[in-house]
């Protein structure tokens, strides 16, 4: 093979797709099967759609979404999104996979098979999610790895559909997606101080006011949100494993899902960028910084704002439109990172 994808999420259902553009020696490898349950925390909503690289008519779109509802200690608000929208992840990822003109083998890939692949390809691209295969070959460490929890839910919801509703508690968020106005996917992060455990009462306190019972703790799927630095993201983007060319993509590779949550943007992002830099001949460690540096600029220049306003107020006096919305949370270019900047210079705190 040409081209080993191992994942397949959104990163890897990407890389897929655009090495495929170039390539019809393509194998994507995914452990579990498209034609069952396949959840994962976040993954009901997309906050910037235009990274992806496939239109809106796959079974399991269910909507555009442009509005979040944010609720803190400090009161309530929205921000908007300029290119949002709402799935369902297993008829979303199912329908995508099914479009795609490369050979599929659903297998668990250990390092052993990793090496054997390596071997045989000339691209390889880990998109196997937090702790990826890769990482036994090739030792990194995040520098953040907080717990997560996502279950789907039934209940009245009439209120908060057909957006979203962000609730902050204590050192994490709640994040409420419904589906339909009866069943909502909820889910909870991010932070390293709590335990799955704890999390998971508190998911019970907050929807209790619902009078909404949660699944069993062992039944609510359990994830990890990790980052890195960007030096350490720059290091082990791309190496080289037995003469193949390996890129990490995604959450493998620790990037920054930014201030407002465009993790699965990014996601799907990185793998595209993966195999087109390959093809194209061009630096995917350079596109990793270009699009991270933006990102945790901003971050760096709104913490303090966030910190001394709480996250209602910061984000309802910067989230005025649409287009600062999209760009403040997730910049493109200098003129959205300068954009930021100057609002965020004009908000008086007190």
Not at 184 to 205: F, H, K, L, V, W
């Amino acid at each position: 093979m040409e081209v080993a994808i191992i994942g397949g999420g959104f990163a890897g259902l990407s890389a897929a797709q655009e090495a495929s553009k170039f390539s019809d020696d393509v194998t994507l490898f995914h452990q579990k099967p498209y034609s069952e349950e396949r959840s994962g925390c976040w993954g009901q909503g997309i906050k910037d759609f235009s990274r992806f690289p496939v239109q809106r008519e796959l079974d399991g779109y269910l909507r555009d979404l442009n509005q979040a509802k944010l609720e803190d200690g400090n009161g309530s608000g929205e921000v908007s999104f300029a290119d949002g929208v709402v799935i369902e992840r297993s008829r979303f990822e199912n329908s995508w996979a099914s479009r795609l003109d490369v050979d599929m083998i659903q297998e668990r890939i250990d390092r052993f098979k990793l090496e054997q692949i390596s071997r045989d390809a000339k691209l390889v691209v880990d998109c196997s999610g937090p702790f990826p295969v890769s990482k036994k070959l090739r030792d990194f460490s995040y520098s953040l790895i907080a717990p997560m929890l996502n279950c789907k839910v039934y209940g009245d919801f009439s209120d908060i559909y057909p957006d979203v509703k962000v609730i902050k508690y204590k050192r994490y968020f709640l994040e409420m997606m419904p589906e339909t106005e009866e069943r909502c996917n909820i889910s909870i992060g991010c932070s390293r101080e709590n335990e799955p455990a704890e999390m998971y009462e508190d998911m019970e306190t907050i929807l209790s006011d619902r009078d909404i019972d949660v699944p069993d703790f062992n039944e609510v799927t359990h994830g990890n949100y990790v980052s890195n630095s960007l030096l350490t993201i720059l290091r082990h983007s791309k190496f080289r494993i037995n003469g193949a060319e390996v890129k990490l993509a995604g959450d493998a590779l620790g990037i920054s899902s930014g201030i407002s949550g465009f993790g699965n943007s990014r996601a799907s992002w990185s793998g595209t960028q993966a195999a087109k830099t390959y093809f194209a001949g061009e630096s995917y460690p350079k596109k990793i910084f270009f699009d991270q540096f933006l990102s945790r600029a901003m971050h760096t220049t709104f913490k303090p704002l966030h910190r001394q306003l709480g996250i209602v107020s910061s984000m309802r006096y910067l989230g005025g439109s649409e287009l600062e919305v999209g760009r403040l949370g997730d910049p493109r270019g200098l003129r959205d990172l300068l954009r930021a900047t100057k609002q965020i210079a004009r908000c008086k705190i007190n």
